[in-house]
């Protein structure tokens, strides 16, 4: 589960605010008006602000779409994104109508994006990277949403936004205005996991690691020892691939190990307080050389994939389930995608998740202090920005049990294309105990009646279905994924949970936006980061550590560190 997309718009503020302020209630405009918020029309008219309210007349919304293939299989073949049921029943609702400036295919997002930004064609409703979101808000590209929020937010929109004490929207500010709606989860999602398989475990022998002497151990046998048992030399220990800390089977927890926090993923450096109370960069102290010199001899022995510096994730993902690799660092959502291909393809396959190992039993996750990699924006000149925090609240709202039935994936809705979406920021959680209250009291439907219903009923009926071995709504693995990576107290957010209560975890201190230094050096460094350490793991001398070290400084990176400690200097403590 990926975080996921940003988004954008543009507009004259203190002309936008004047018409505004003249005209009639947002219920009565229309796409065409003046530009101005609804929340200023209220206070004209003294009508009470509508959360879920329908417009008079149509109001159009303009977005982009990054996107990849429904993730639920029972979804029409062939559905496009403009035809996503999610649309017309927003239509149907709120009278609000989404318009496409463009779609593509998620790989050609970022390019695609750019460009956008680059000639200021930008649609109404923007999904932002931190670093995107950056260089609008100093365009003055971004519309103040304090008050479209403070007149139109849900209940449950402000309980989910509040949830931190406001800590998250208060990143997104700037004097006092909110410039953004972050989409922020429970930071443990983050938290690295190592997910094995058993049946190799127990065809030959071998007890699941505590440490990674341990793991050394398993991986070599994985690798030398048939663990298929099919009599070939076709396995490998460690699942790995190109970019060696991004979102998905990478590296970050085999670091994690070491004692090492180089990243908290997506290449994002990651900063460690030190003795003094000073931050510093994980990326370049003594633990990673360490960690390197193991992944130099995992390489040399076939551990790792001789050709893992050439695959992608989409590569890494066929190894892993074509049963050619039977171990993979990662989060907690595996089991949803792609373990649970791995499990309709072979029936044998049995994966656990576990603790990470350490040097002398378990290790130690890095876990960020704020976990938001997207938010959502407004172009300044959208006549209606109360109109995205209406939509906002529409997505949670048919997620409550009185829509059970009425939004499936069977009748074209597909959810991962619907934007803009917030998440209740402990999803998740609330997933995992409801689920297992409702299992403990023995109940045989859910009874919860809250905006959390659909997805707790979603996954108390997977586990329900794959213990019976129904598959007439999901696969073995799709019911396997959805509970094991949920709800079960040996799968991914079980383990997670463990790692949080027993302090198994170092935090990731930095969490404000991205400093000048990194805008606009970032990519250079982390260029510096993979070439060097892909070089060192295929066999270069461990020595070309210490010299990447000087040149990371050199480029940026004592500047980066600078500004990091200025930034934290200002936090209070």
């Known amino acids: 589960m990926k975080w996921n997309k940003p988004w954008k718009m543009i507009l004259v503020a203190t002309m936008t605010l004047s018409v505004l302020s003249a005209c009639s209630s947002p219920a009565k405009d229309s796409a065409g008006s003046s530009p101005q918020t609804s929340s200023k029309e209220e206070k004209t008219s003294d009508a009470p602000p509508e959360p879920l309210g329908k417009y008079a007349d149509t109001v159009t919304v303009t977005e982009v779409l990054g996107y990849n293939p429904p993730e639920d299989p029972r979804t029409p073949k062939g559905i496009t994104p403009d035809q996503n049921a999610y649309l017309k029943d927003l ?68 309980k989910y936004m509040e949830s931190d004490g406001g800590f998250a929207m208060k990143t997104f500010s700037q004097d006092g205005k909110l410039l953004a709606m972050p989409a922020f989860e429970d930071p443990f999602l983050s938290t690295q996991l190592l997910w094995l398989r058993k049946d190799w475990l127990d ?11 341990d793991l050394d151990k398993i991986a070599e046998a994985f690798t030398k020892n048939d663990p ?20 998905g089977y990478d590296l970050r927890g085999f670091f994690n190990g070491f004692g090492a926090y180089p990243s908290d993923g997506n290449n994002q450096t990651a900063w460690v307080k030190d003795s003094g109370g000073k931050l510093i960069p994980g990326l370049i102290q003594p633990e990673v050389k360490t960690a390197l010199g193991k992944l130099q001899s995992w390489y040399k022995d076939g551990i790792l994939d001789k050709e893992f510096a050439l695959k992608d994730d989409t590569k890494t993902v066929e190894d892993i389930v074509a049963g050619k690799v ?53 172009n300044k000149s959208m006549k209606h920005p109360e109109a995205a925090i209406k939509m906002l609240n529409y997505y949670i709202e ?31 959680d609330t997933i995992y105990t409801e689920v297992n209250k409702a299992l403990d009291a023995k109940q045989t439907e859910i009874t919860l009646d809250d905006e959390n219903f659909k997805d707790v009923e979603r996954v108390f009926k997977a586990r329900n279905d794959y213990l019976s071995g129904n598959t007439e709504t999901g696969s073995k693995g799709v019911n396997w994924g959805l509970y094991f990576s949920r709800a079960a107290k040996d799968g991914g957010w079980g383990t997670t ?77």
């Open 398 to 428: 048919v997620g409550k049990k009185k829509y059970q039935g009425k939004t499936e994936a069977k009748d074209g809705f597909v959810y991962n294309w619907f934007n803009p979406r917030i998440y209740n920021p402990a999803s998740i």
């Open 326 to 378: 039977g171990i993979v660092y990662g989060e907690w959502w595996y089991p949803n995608f792609p373990l649970n291909n791995s499990v309709d393809k072979d029936p044998k396959a049995d994966w656990i998740a576990i603790q990470i190992p350490g040097l002398d039993g378990p290790g130690k996750s890095l876990v960020p202090k704020i976990r938001s990699g997207k938010a959502f924006a407004v």
């Open 91 to 158: 239509k149907d609702m709120m009278n609000i109508e989404v318009k496409y400036k463009w779609t593509v295919p998620n790989s050609q997002y970022e390019q695609k994006f750019s460009l956008a930004m680059a000639s200021a064609d930008l649609p109404d409703i923007l999904e932002l990277s931190q670093k995107d979101f950056e260089k609008l808000k100093n365009q003055g590209m971004l519309a103040d949403l304090t008050q479209a929020y403070n007149d139109y937010a849900s209940p449950e929109l402000k």
């Open 203 to 213: 065809a030959l022998k071998l007890q699941p690691p505590k440490t990674m002497d």
């Open 228 to 247: 298929d048992q099919n009599g070939k030399s076709d396995t490998y220990g460690v699942a790995l691939q190109k970019n060696l800390f991004f979102w």
């Open 497 to 573: 949970r463990k790692i949080k209560e027993s302090g198994a975890f170092v935090n990731n201190e930095f969490y404000g936006l991205p400093t000048e230094a990194q805008v606009e050096k970032g990519a250079q460094l982390d260029k510096l980061m993979q070439e060097s350490f892909t070089k060192i793991i295929m066999g270069a001398s461990l020595d070309e550590f210490d010299k990447f070290v000087q040149s990371w400084k050199s480029l940026g990176g004592d500047q980066v560190t600078q500004e990091v400690n200025d930034w934290y200097g200002k936090q209070e403590k």
